[in-house]
């Protein structure tokens, strides 16, 4: 480079052309960062709308819910209809924005490295049973086929993060049938055995509107929807994809797509998990109970049964069991009472309830192991847990560290009772029970149920019960306890005592179930885990916001609930 004394540069031709690429990087930068941040304004502006929508629903809902509540001219039933009507709008909107917001937050961990894998032992099978009945659901709520094939030769027991391997098959599932407006979704799960390792290729297709060519290489960026102005109309973050991508990524896996622009696309997310048995799926069964198929029926003579449970609606069903069997039950309300029982009576066998306020089952098994001499006439007699807790491993939980003999799943029917009775006694043999399904929602509500809160499939409660006059006494005792019960949430609201609140909870999702009440039951497990996961300290101000939110509601649909038992036992 040469100056000149009227002030003008000369450049050399390698100066001129490093100084017209310096340029052309820097247009090139300031071209990606206005595109970043047109980006960043649009993803903005887009949530600004997600958050808005669900709100101004809730706003209004409630706003509905007041007006209700003060119209002088409605009767008390048709004011709880309304309520619920209305909290049913609530509670949807509630979770739209709830997804939103863990969207938002998941994808600024992982951008940050903050987020973390936690691996824990599962079952596949369980998760996909779990979410599977919901995927088809949402699909044919839009009038959409949807079809689910797994390989029942791959390992199921295996060691990953579950909580995140749910969210990767939700978000891609979910996304097909949003994106899908006719037609069929289907999840197709394989894979392979890699030494200690399993590799499930989770495939799924759909016949939606398909992906661009050009737009395939921005599938997974954070802040990019392809195709916005053909989507616009479809709720959601956009960033459901990025968040699968990134959760593959930590998780050692990786997700592929190919797509036909109009006719559908194919999305495959390859997860390693640890193997951790060699039990295959198709050999899995809920830890709930025997397959009913290979039960038999049996008499217990002269066997001594101490029954042991918080709430009276649950004793009903139980003593109601054990008389039919011909064994001769005894119950009670609380741990303290039982251990004045085993103390100095001798039982051949003894059910405990695991949740039960001031001593739990467990704090009862313990007294007895800590204290051999003082119970020493029921020191070798068989403690059986009884437990709404079904998850994968909690049998094994109960029985090597708490020191159970056995383990049932509430609500229990008849010849899971009899199974685990068998187990320890012998009976007096009397028929095969007719080949069966469990039933729907042991350890939980059954996923998807329709209709509203306050329904009760009568039916399905006498099968519970076994005959229908079990299910009147039963029925008798879930009437009788609704005055305390009510008066015990609201003084656990008023004093912000969420264990017990749970517990009260607990009891009522187990005896609702019983009554064929599914709906409440479902209301009844989304209140316990929030009392649950708020005592763990998960998500305090959400979950405390929640349970303190959904108190009138849960409290009105439990009347409900009752005034619609109530009307069907006076129907006769």
């Known amino acids: 480079m040469e100056n000149y004394s009227d002030d003008k540069v000369i450049l050399t031709r390698e100066e001129y052309q490093h100084l017209l690429d310096s340029n ?164 197709t799960v394989n894979g392979r055995k890699s030494g200690d390792d399993v590799i499930y290729d989770i495939e799924v297709s759909d016949t939606g509107i398909g992906i661009r060519q050009e737009n395939l290489v921005h599938l997974f960026d954070s802040f990019e929807r392809v195709d916005s102005v053909e989507t616009h109309y479809i709720e959601g973050t956009g960033l459901g994809l990025a968040i699968v991508k990134n959760l593959l990524d930590l998780m050692g896996g990786s997700v592929e797509v190919s797509s036909v622009y109009g006719e559908g696309s194919v999305f495959t997310a390859h997860i390693p998990q640890r193997v951790l048995s060699d039990e295959k799926i198709k050999d899995y069964r809920p830890e709930t109970g025997p397959d009913n198929s290979e039960s038999k029926h049996h008499y217990f003579r002269g066997k001594k049964i101490l029954v042991v449970d918080d709430n009276a609606t649950n004793l009903v069903v139980a003593k109601s069991f054990l008389e039919q069997m011909k064994a001769e039950p005894e119950t009670v309300l609380s741990g303290k009472e039982a251990l004045k029982k085993i103390a100095s009576v001798r039982y051949d066998l003894v059910f405990l309830d695991h949740m039960m306020p001031e ?79 469990r039933p729907a929602g042991a350890g939980g509500p059954p996923p998807g149920v329709k209709g509203e809160v306050w329904d009760i499939d009568y039916n399905e409660g006498i099968d519970t019960c076994g005959d229908k006059d079990t299910y009147e006494a039963v029925a008798d005792a879930y009437l009788e306890i609704q005055a305390e019960n009510t008066e015990r949430l609201a003084s656990c609201l008023k004093s912000d005592d969420w264990e017990n609140y749970r517990i009260i909870v607990h009891a009522l999702k187990s005896s609702s179930l019983t009554i064929g009440a599914k709906n409440f039951a479902g209301f009844s497990m989304t209140v316990e885990n929030a009392a649950k996961d ?20 849960y409290t009105a649909a439990y009347a409900a609930v009752c005034e619609n038992l109530r009307r069907h036992k006076t129907a006769g």
């Open 359 to 437: 001593m739990s089952g467990v704090k009862v098994i313990k007294e007895i192991r800590k204290n051999p001499d003082k119970y020493q006439i029921n020191v070798n007699t068989p403690y059986v847990v009884m437990t709404a807790n079904a998850v994968v491993g909690a049998k094994e939980k109960y029985m090597n560290e708490y020191g159970f003999n056995g383990y049932i799943a509430k609500p229990f029917r008849f010849a899971e009772l009899d199974h685990i009775m068998s187990a320890f006694m012998e009976g007096e043999e009397w028929r095969v029970v007719p080949s069966g399904k």
């Open 24 to 187: 052309e990087r820097l247009a090139d930068a300031e071209k990606r960062a206005n595109s970043a941040n047109k980006a960043k304004s649009d993803f903005l502006s887009s949530m600004s709308h997600e958050i808005r929508t669900p709100m101004n629903t809730v706003l209004g809902m409630n706003e509905l819910i007041r007006m209700t509540l003060a119209d002088a001219d409605l009767s008390i039933g048709e004011k709880i209809g309304r309520v619920i009507g209305y909290s049913d709008g609530i509670q949807h909107s509630g979770e739209m924005l709830l997804y939103v917001i863990n969207d938002i937050l998941d994808i600024s961990k992982i951008e940050s490295g903050k987020f973390e894998i936690r691996p824990a032992p599962y079952h596949i099978k369980k998760l996909l049973d779990d979410i599977v009945p919901l995927f088809r659901i949402n699909a044919e709520g839009k009038n959409l086929l949807f079809e689910a094939e797994i390989d029942g030769e791959l390992p199921g027991y295996v060691e990953g993060d579950e909580v995140r391997i749910r969210q990767v098959i939700t978000n891609i599932v979910n996304n097909a049938v949003k994106y899908t407006k006719e037609g069929e979704v289907r999840l």
């Open 534 to 553: 708020f005592a763990e300290g998960t998500d305090i101000e959400k979950n405390l916001g929640y349970l303190r939110g959904s108190y009138n509601s």
